[in-house]
């Protein structure tokens, strides 16, 4: 029997493109098990629910062989423990097509690893953009990240904490702004020169 498994990141997701990819497939809807969780997530009762229902000689469809894992050995783990169940994973949108119901078959072994190895770089390379993104334009003095709403009057507040020499711990606690936010949203406090030349980054230090 043919199962399928569907997973994306976050409830915002569509489902749609790997629901229909399986259905063509002939895979009943009963038999599609989906997450909404990330893949990083050990929760992901879709996932533990096909796995538990497969039996022996079943073959766990997969659109892409990345909505299994988020690592390499994350992948590669669950594709073992499948196979010594007797249960395969083909998957169907990669460029190297996979079908691991032949564990004696050398070629079908390497692909799993490449396409695994494949997924996770790509997340990797992903996630160093947006940091990169992030940091051009933090330094262009962008804000990034979602919009937070603050009170004008607790922020002028802090801000004149800040100013009479109160440490963000401190003035956390006696606005109740969050860290994360009064970073956001105060400029840096000038820093004290430790000579008498001009102050280079090395001489910066994070405020406590």
């Known amino acids: 029997m043919e199962l399928g498994y569907a997973r994306v990141s976050t409830v915002k997701q569509d489902l749609d493109r790997q629901i229909d990819?399986?259905?063509?497939?002939?895979i009943d809807a009963d038999r599609i098990y989906?997450?909404?969780k990330s893949g990083a997530t050990v929760d992901r009762p879709g996932l533990r629910a096909v796995m538990e229902y497969a039996r022996d000689g079943d073959v766990i469809v997969v659109h892409t062989l990345d909505r299994l894992g988020r690592t390499v050995r994350d992948t590669l783990n669950l594709i073992h423990e499948l196979s010594e169940r007797?249960?395969?994973?083909?998957n169907l949108a990669d460029p190297i097509r996979i079908d691991s119901t032949n564990p004696d078959d050398p070629m079908s072994q390497l692909a799993v690893v490449l396409l695994a190895l494949f997924g996770q770089m790509e997340r990797?390379?992903?996630?160093?953009?947006a940091a990169h993104a992030r940091a051009v334009a933090t330094a262009k003095g962008r804000?990034?990240?979602?919009?937070?709403?603050?009170d004008p009057d607790k922020l002028a507040y802090a801000m004149h904490l800040r100013d009479n020499g109160h440490t963000i711990a401190e003035i956390v606690t006696k606005t109740g702004i969050t860290r994360t936010t009064l970073y956001r949203h105060l400029p840096p406090r000038p820093v004290e020169p430790l000579t008498v030349g001009p102050v280079t980054a090395a001489e910066s230090t994070p405020e406590t």
């Open 143 to 150: 804000r990034v990240g979602r919009p937070s709403v603050v």
């Open 21 to 26: 990819a399986l259905r063509r497939e002939d």
């Open 34 to 36: 989906v997450d909404k």
């Open 124 to 129: 990797t390379y992903t996630l160093e953009r």
């Open 86 to 90: 007797g249960i395969g994973i083909r």
